[in-house]
């Protein structure tokens, strides 16, 4: 025999409460502390851009293997950009940083040595656009309703 819950007829013409929906959390990423306290600590208090690029490698490098985003090695290499399914961990959002970082102190070693090489200027502007293209996918990702206000 099964029993049938009462009917409550005052509540009948209202509609069901929800529960909200959890959402994952939320990741708060303050960039400018994070930038200028790795340049100061990495060689861009003596302009050396090439030490402070060395760093930014490494740092992805540590990143990628700790989240276990790999992208192989120099034979078997597969592009694996962070996206937003990605997104369970703060830390996913510092490798489009360092790699944007990457790409502007690369970029700014080139400024200096092209005093003597003109050629090397379109080297420069070509890595400053990839610059741009990773702070472009860092700040898309930062939209995202995984991050706070603060990080947008």
């Known amino acids: 025999v099964v029993a049938e819950a009462p009917i409550n007829l005052e509540n009948a013409d209202q509609p ?17 502390k994070i930038i200028s306290d790795a340049q100061q ?6 302009s050396d851009y090439q030490r402070y690029r060395g760093y930014c490698t490494r740092r992805i490098r540590r990143l990628r293997k700790t989240l276990h985003l ?11 950009d962070v996206t937003e399914q990605h997104l369970k961990d703060e830390r996913y959002l510092y490798i489009p940083l360092m790699l944007s970082e990457r790409a502007w102190g690369y970029a700014m ?3 200096q040595e092209s005093n003597t090489e003109p050629r090397k200027r ?6 400053l656009r990839k610059a741009v293209h ?7 990702l930062c939209q995202s309703e995984l991050c706070d206000a603060r990080s947008k």
């Open 70 to 80: 790999p992208q192989g090695d120099k034979r078997h290499f597969k592009r694996r």
């Open 109 to 111: 070693q080139l400024r």
């Open 41 to 46: 600590q990495h060689g861009l208090r003596h």
């Open 134 to 140: 990773y702070a472009e996918q860092l700040e898309s």
């Open 122 to 127: 379109f080297h420069l502007v070509s890595k």
């Open 16 to 32: 069901e409460e929800t529960t909200p929906v959890k959402q994952g959390p939320v990741f708060t990423i303050e960039i400018l």
